[in-house]
């Protein structure tokens, strides 16, 4: 059974950071590349990182760019998120994401296997 199983959401102040972990089973994710979406209530899901299946590219929204850092462990099938300098905006569920290339992050709607998703909560 695929598993993407998501860790290390919570409350934090503004300026804050924290590390998201993904841990997937069930099937061969070292070949996939692994991502984090976010959906903020009453808005859609956004991308926010992604990163190759052998971890040499990485890709970031803009509005993350230079404070959230997308990682692989050494076993391929756990990705993390480290996010730095929290703001408010930040505030949404983030949702672990697997899929064959880092194409399919353009859009929600291709990937493949999400985790059940995880709170962050930046107060101000």
């Known amino acids: 059974q695929v598993q993407l199983v998501e860790s290390g959401g919570g409350l934090v102040q503004a300026g804050g950071s924290l590390r998201l972990s993904c841990a997937a089973s069930?099937?061969?994710?070292?070949?996939?590349?692994m991502g984090w979406f976010r959906q903020a209530p009453g808005k859609e899901r956004e991308f926010v990182a992604a990163?190759?299946?052998?971890?040499?590219?990485?890709y970031y929204a803009d509005s993350v760019k230079g404070r959230f850092t997308i990682s692989r462990g050494n076993a391929k099938n756990t990705v993390y998120l480290q996010i730095n300098r929290l703001k408010p905006e930040d505030t949404a569920v983030y949702y672990c994401?697997?899929?064959?290339?880092?194409?399919?992050?353009?859009?929600?709607?291709?990937?493949?296997?999400w985790g059940q998703g995880t709170q962050v909560t930046v107060s101000s």
């Open positions: 069930g099937r061969r994710f070292s070949s996939y590349a």
């Open positions: 994401a697997a899929a064959p290339t880092v194409n399919y992050y353009r859009d929600y709607k291709g990937i493949d296997y």
């Open positions: 990163i190759s299946w052998s971890g040499d590219s990485t």
